[in-house]
């Protein structure tokens, strides 16, 4: 790092939030930072990044890129994505990383050996693998650390960051393990800060107009609605179910008495005992069965059941049975019906049955994103309901204003469910900016002039 520049490559770059964080820290620190490579190979990540960097070397897949290609740098960021290790062809059991990504990274810096390294992942890499169920941290995680600290030199520091303490109303763990060559890096000390979500919200934007909205509001004032879900799969104070609002058609009370009952029945573990299949979370029951806790006449609770099915409330179906198999690819797992046992009825469920299954309360936070999920988020807004826009995701991961995403609103929240938060990054990065700091202003003190003869 000569003349306070600080030199790095940038992998599995996604949009570029980890590369933001870093040169926001150093640059506000009187260093210049240059990006010597970049790799991604999705599309429209390539296209973002474009947007919003300059780029000397913008590469595509990191498998491709030989270490001889690779320019001179300091540090190495990397988000990496986190795939289980394989079972098979370990010669050193679990501290064997060959064919994974996490093998690139160790390769670069095996032969590169930059000064540090920044690395970003899920939270659930540090129980992957479990030999015990009270360890600490998994086999992955084990073998991780082992490879970055005994094999390659580094003095390494890992921590589980949540973004909600750093003022994203967005609650988002993910693991930051950073490592020098000088010292370990001290990794706590943030001090938690908390904003609500209307702190990144959009006002006056166009409402959404639907049959389905329509009957929502319809049933609920926009207040009432806040932190509500809209699903048929669970229950509870805060959710919603399709019949509430007659969103398949009519229910008359008895009706949506009968479903609430229902819903609750055919999750308990007796009635698998009676029908003779191993357990499932919600199973089609008889009439008979259903009759013992609906007391009506069978032939007026048929009458309401089967109308139930045919406006798309309830199946008629077989109860499932649990198959188990053994493949090439291990133990297979599976349920099929069983058509050795009656049919019964049984609630139609689906995650993402209906255009909106959650709507997000102003003054709490957001869920952890997900580029699956986030298309059916609603956002009050004045006294209607719109989606979730680009911007306002941006903010809720940190991003500056001036940062765009210049492709369509499914591929931009794919890119956002899978990027970090600003803010978490620069507080990494300020504490290895201060070992940094520490260690050049030690040898400019201890600096010893040389006599030339």
Same mark, same amino acid.
Do not use: W
């Given at each position: 790092m000569k003349n306070k520049e600080i030199k790095f490559i940038d992998l599995f770059a996604g949009i570029g939030g980890i590369r933001l964080g870093f040169e926001?820290?150093?640059?506000?620190?009187? *260093?210049?930072?240059? !990006?010597?490579?970049?790799?991604?190979?999705?599309? *429209?990540?390539?296209?973002?990044?474009?947007?919003?960097?300059?780029?000397?070397?913008?590469?595509?897949?990191?498998?491709?890129?030989?270490?001889?290609?690779?320019?001179?740098?300091?540090?190495?960021?990397?988000?990496?994505? !986190?795939?289980?290790?394989?079972?098979?062809?370990?010669r050193q059991g679990f501290l064997d990383t060959r064919g994974t990504l996490f093998f690139e990274i160790e390769r670069i810096l095996r032969n590169k050996k930059p000064d540090g390294f920044i690395l970003e992942n899920v939270e659930g890499l540090v129980k992957h693998d479990l030999e015990n169920s009270k360890d600490e941290i998994g086999r992955t995680l084990t073998t991780i650390l082992h490879t970055l600290e005994n094999d390659l030199g580094y003095n390494v520091s890992w921590k589980v960051f949540d973004s909600l303490e750093f003022g994203l109303p967005q609650s988002r763990k993910r693991i930051f393990i950073v490592g020098t060559k000088n010292e370990n890096v001290d990794l706590t000390g943030n001090k938690p800060k908390f904003n609500k979500l209307e702190s990144i919200l959009e006002r006056g934007l166009e409402p959404l107009q639907s049959n389905f909205i329509n009957k929502l509001l319809s049933h609920f004032e926009i207040e009432d609605l806040y932190g509500k879900s809209i699903k048929d799969k669970r229950g509870g104070k805060n959710n919603i179910h399709s019949w509430d609002i007659g969103i398949k058609g009519k229910v008359s009370d008895e009706q949506c008495i009968l479903l609430n009952k229902l819903f609750k029945e055919r999750r308990k573990k007796r009635w698998a005992e009676e029908i003779g299949i191993d357990w499932m979370d919600g199973m089609a029951l008889t009439l008979d069965q259903i009759n013992t806790f609906i007391e009506k006449p069978k032939f007026e609770l048929r009458k309401m059941l089967d109308d139930l099915v045919k406006k798309g409330y309830l199946k008629f179906e077989h109860p499932k049975k649990l198959i188990t198999e053994n493949s090439k690819n291990g133990v297979r797992s599976y349920r099929e019906y069983d058509e050795t046992k009656p049919k019964g009825y049984n609630i139609v469920t689906g995650k993402l049955s209906f255009e909106i299954n959650k709507i997000l309360d102003p003054n709490d936070i957001a869920p952890t994103l997900?580029?699956?999920?986030?298309?059916?988020?609603?956002?009050?807004?004045?006294?209607?309901?719109?989606?979730?826009?680009?911007?306002?995701?941006?903010?809720?991961?940190?991003y500056p204003e001036w940062y765009k995403i210049p492709t369509k609103e499914y591929d931009a929240f794919d890119l956002l469910g899978n990027t970090v938060a600003i803010p978490v990054v620069e507080f990494v990065v300020s504490r290895i900016a201060e070992v940094i700091e520490n260690q050049e202003n030690y040898l400019t003190v201890n600096e010893v002039p040389v006599c030339v003869s």
């Open positions: 926001n820290i150093f640059n506000s620190l009187g *260093y210049k930072t240059k !990006c010597v490579m970049t790799s991604e190979i999705k599309p *429209y990540a390539v296209k973002t990044l474009r947007q919003n960097f300059e780029h000397d070397f913008l590469a595509g897949n990191i498998f491709d890129i030989r270490n001889e290609f690779i320019p001179d740098f300091d540090f190495l960021l990397g988000g990496f994505p !986190c795939q289980p290790f394989s079972t098979g062809g370990k997900v580029a699956t999920d986030v298309s059916r988020l609603a956002v009050p807004d004045g006294k209607g309901l719109r989606r979730l826009t680009i911007r306002e995701g941006l903010r809720l991961f940190g």
